[in-house]
């Protein structure tokens, strides 16, 4: 994806405060651990005693072979002693490990000169302006998934399972993408009326992702029919740049499909966008409070359910749970 200048400088500017912060927070740390247990300094001091004199023999021209295998096993005999004396003061073993928001690449953005996953995140969050995503993504994940909003009495007339009981099994449905995902990907087709808690299903799985290093780009019906309108009417070129990421990000969710304005040319690039992630296995979200017959009659059957036909659908049950949740705040 084409970043502008602008953009990858505040990319970077990001990635110097993590590491800025996480530095702030060791050196505050070590000062901590040094006042808790005095000792630690008196064996610090010996860990750099080993390194210098270890360096100097190598200029005096000893056998390293040997001196550097008795350091060694010195300096780790020391770390260990360090790690009991931490944890021994009621600290955890790993406190003065910077507390990364990425371990793959240590916030550095980079893992042997290739960008990490988590500044391709960064830089789809940027470009699509997903700023909030992260905070929206902090509420909404599975622990918060509350099945007791769901009525036990209101039931499904064809199948017979209450409401809860639907949304439990759309729960288990979307663990199970989730654990599954990296091996076989897959699509969802999330159906019911509004406020039935798609959306926040569709979170859940997109927190739980991004947690695992995948990239999630998230759109409205409406921004992306606003996209591929403006890619082309407009010739707007940062649109274009965002076009690559919309076919080849890892998950693509498409929220409230049906509350755009659709018309032949944006519904025929809507198709073009779901079958040319389907061809490179990509993998796409889709709610809507339409049901498939209103699907088929809306996008043109032959389309709808040649793409719907690799997509699992999960259904909710009527009620709109976001009023309870308000009541219940
Ligand atoms: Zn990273």
């Known amino acids: 994806m084409a970043l502008t200048n602008e953009q990858y400088d505040s990319l970077m500017r990001l990635y110097n405060h993590k590491q800025m912060r996480n530095n702030q927070i060791v050196a505050y740390r070590t000062k901590e651990l040094y006042s808790a247990i005095p000792s630690l300094t008196t064996l610090d001091q010996e860990v750099t005693d080993i390194s210098i004199s270890s360096i100097s023999a190598m200029f005096d021209g000893a056998d390293m072979s040997q001196t550097t295998a008795s350091s060694k096993q010195k300096l780790a005999e020391l770390k260990k002693k360090r790690e009991h004396m931490i944890v021994d003061a009621g600290f955890p073993a790993d406190y003065l490990e910077p507390p990364y928001d990425c371990p793959d690449c240590k916030d550095t953005g980079y893992i042997n000169g290739k960008r990490c996953h988590c500044f391709k995140q960064a830089a789809i969050n940027i470009v699509y302006k997903q700023s909030n995503i992260s905070t929206i993504l902090s509420k909404e994940n599975f622990d ?59 979170n859940c799985i997109a927190k739980a992702l991004l947690d695992e290093g995948v990239s999630v780009i998230y759109f409205t019906a409406f921004e992306l029919f606003d996209i591929f309108e403006k890619q082309v009417f407009k010739k707007n070129i940062d649109v274009a740049d965002l076009h690559d990421q919309i076919f080849d990000c890892d998950l693509l969710i498409i929220d409230d499909l049906g509350t755009e304005l659709p018309n032949s040319f944006t519904t025929s690039r809507l198709f073009q966008c779901l079958n040319e992630r389907l061809l490179r296995n990509k993998s796409t979200i889709i709610s809507t409070n339409y049901n498939l017959a209103l699907l088929r009659d809306t996008y043109s059957e032959r389309i709808t359910s040649r793409i719907f036909s690799c997509y699992k659908i999960i259904e909710f049950l009527g009620e709109d749970i976001r009023m309870k949740k308000i009541i219940n705040k």
Do not use: I
Request: glycine residues 10%; contains cysteine.
């Open 144 to 202: 918060a998934y509350d099945l007791t909003l769901f009525s036990d009495d209101y039931y499904e007339k064809e199948n017979g399972l209450s409401a809860r009981a639907t949304a439990q099994k759309a729960l288990e449905d979307a663990k199970n993408f989730v654990q599954n995902f990296k091996q076989d990907g897959g699509n969802l087709l999330l159906l019911g009326q509004t406020g039935c808690g798609k959306t926040f299903l569709s």
